[in-house]
């Protein structure tokens, strides 16, 4: 089965940056799109950025210029590195990875607080 984990989150002040890891396992990584999701208490779930298997991504607007994706085929790994953090930032943030319908995998998100 295949598995994807989340980590990297935690409290970190306005202004502050973050760096968040995805690694996936039982997975043949290069196939897959991967993407960050985030969900804020009582709001729904948004993407964030997205990466392809052949390297194009896409953001958000709100994140556009202080997030960055990127993967690592070597170590079956995605990162989101967050800089200029804002309070509207916070949220739990979902790894997911996509090869079409039958193959769409989440990991089990880590949170992102960011208060002063």
């Known amino acids: 089965q295949v598995q994807l984990v989340d980590s990297g989150g935690g409290l970190v002040q306005p202004g502050g940056s973050l760096r968040l890891s995805c690694t996936a396992s039982?997975?043949?990584?290069?196939?897959?799109?991967f993407a960050w999701y985030r969900q804020a208490p009582g709001k729904e779930r948004e993407l964030v950025a997205s990466?392809?298997?052949?390297?194009?991504?896409n953001y958000a607007g709100s994140v556009e210029g202080r997030f960055t994706i990127s993967r690592d085929s070597t170590k079956n790994a995605v990162y989101l590195q967050m800089t200029s953090l804002k309070p509207e930032d916070t949220a739990v943030y979902y790894c997911?990875?996509?090869?079409?319908?039958?193959?769409?995998?989440w990991g089990q998100g880590t949170q992102v607080t960011v208060s002063s």
């Open positions: 997911n990875a996509n090869a079409g319908f039958y193959n769409d995998y």
């Open positions: 039982r997975i043949t990584f290069n196939i897959y799109t």
């Open positions: 990466i392809t298997s052949g390297g194009k991504i």
